[in-house]
């Protein structure tokens, strides 16, 4: 049974960090692509960033030089590092696993960015 648990969410200071981290068990994280993707209260859920098998690397263009995707093969996790945070930075952010045919989802954490 696949299972993607994230932590790491919380409410932040706009120009403020947080480290979301995802862990994965019951899948193998380094083989598939695995994402982050960020949905805000009424719109849709979209991605934030994404990071191949390969370890190539993919931003939104709202997030690119701010957010960086890393993956710690041994421990089978994903984290986003969010700097610079903004407002419109939250929403609630999920860990995501494409796996061919199959698509898992974590529970999703919350992000606030406000003063």
């Known amino acids: 049974q696949v299972q993607l648990v994230e932590s790491g969410g919380g409410l932040v200071q706009p120009g403020g960090s947080l480290t979301l981290s995802c862990a994965a068990s019951?899948?193998?994280?380094?083989?598939?692509?695995t994402g982050w993707y960020r949905q805000a209260l009424g719109k849709q859920r979209e991605l934030v960033a994404s990071i191949r098998g390969g370890g190539l690397t993919n931003y939104a263009d709202s997030v690119k030089g701010r957010f960086t995707i890393s993956r710690d093969n041994a421990k089978n996790t994903v984290s986003l590092q969010m700097n610079s945070l903004k407002p419109e930075d939250t929403a609630v952010y999920y860990c995501?696993?494409?796996?061919?045919?199959?698509?898992?989802w974590g529970q999703g954490t919350q992000v606030t960015v406000s003063s």
């Open positions: 995501n696993v494409n796996q061919i045919g199959s698509n898992y």
């Open positions: 019951g899948i193998t994280v380094s083989i598939w692509q």
